[in-house]
């Protein structure tokens, strides 16, 4: 019921694994010849729930997306062969396990952040500057649901400001 998704599109999927293990979805649109991108909802699980119960919350409120279809973006946490995970055979991580879980579901996923490098504090602050500028053409126009992205927002507001030497 969500009214930026489009049941018929992919899902783009931001996940950030660990013990508070958030998920993002968004859809890309063109609105007035302009591109924008809408996220439009945010779900959490907290450890002892993990991949299994994230995937059940996606699948059910998902559940009449007639395209199945996810691009999970993650960083490299998500990318991480951890101890807990040797030999299980739905993965050795974070994103593995998500998706084997998510597929088991009937979702067909994409995992975009393979041998993710990286991505250091000034280099999430330029991206961001650039993206709510909303001065490029190449870049869509954010737009970030107050209702069903709380989660999001907060943890955009609570981020710490770093500064250096030079600003």
Same mark, same amino acid.
């Given at each position: &019921?969500?009214?930026y998704?489009n049941?018929?599109?992919?899902?783009?999927?931001?996940?950030?694994?660990? %013990?508070?293990? /958030?998920a993002?979805?968004?859809?890309?649109? /063109?609105?007035? !010849?302009?591109?924008?991108?809408?996220?439009?909802?945010?779900? *959490?699980?907290?450890?002892?729930? +993990?991949?299994?119960?994230?995937? +059940?919350?996606? %699948?059910?409120?998902? !559940?009449?997306?007639?395209?199945?279809?996810i691009?999970?973006?993650? &960083?490299?946490?998500g990318?991480?062969?951890?101890q807990?995970?040797?030999?299980?055979a739905? !993965?050795d991580? &974070?994103?593995?396990i998500?998706? /084997?879980e998510?597929?088991?579901l !009937?979702?067909?996923?994409?995992?975009?952040?393979? &041998?993710q490098?990286?991505i250091?504090? *000034?280099?999430?602050?330029?991206? %961001?500057?650039?993206?709510?500028?909303?001065?490029?053409?190449?870049?869509?126009?954010?737009?970030?649901?107050?209702?069903?992205?709380?989660?999001?927002?907060s /943890?955009m507001?609570?981020s710490?400001?770093?500064?250096?030497?030079?600003?």
């Open positions: &019921d969500l009214k998704c049941a018929d599109m992919p899902l783009l999927m931001g996940l950030d694994p660990g %013990n508070f293990m /958030s993002v979805f968004a859809q890309e649109h /063109s609105e007035a !010849g302009t591109p924008v991108m809408r996220v439009f909802k945010n779900m *959490w699980v907290i450890t002892p729930d +993990e991949h299994h119960a994230l995937a +059940e919350k996606i %699948n059910t409120f998902f !559940g009449t997306h007639r395209r199945k279809v691009y999970m973006y993650y &960083d490299r946490a990318n991480q062969r951890k807990a995970f040797f030999g299980n739905k !993965g991580t &974070d994103a593995k998500l998706r /084997s998510l597929q088991a !009937g979702w067909t996923v994409h995992l975009m952040s393979m &041998d490098r990286t250091y504090h *000034w280099q999430h602050y330029n991206l %961001n500057s650039r993206l709510m500028a909303e001065r490029e053409k190449r870049t869509p126009h954010l737009r970030i649901c107050q209702n069903e992205c709380e989660e999001l927002i /943890s507001n609570m710490p400001l770093k500064k250096t030497d030079n600003g």
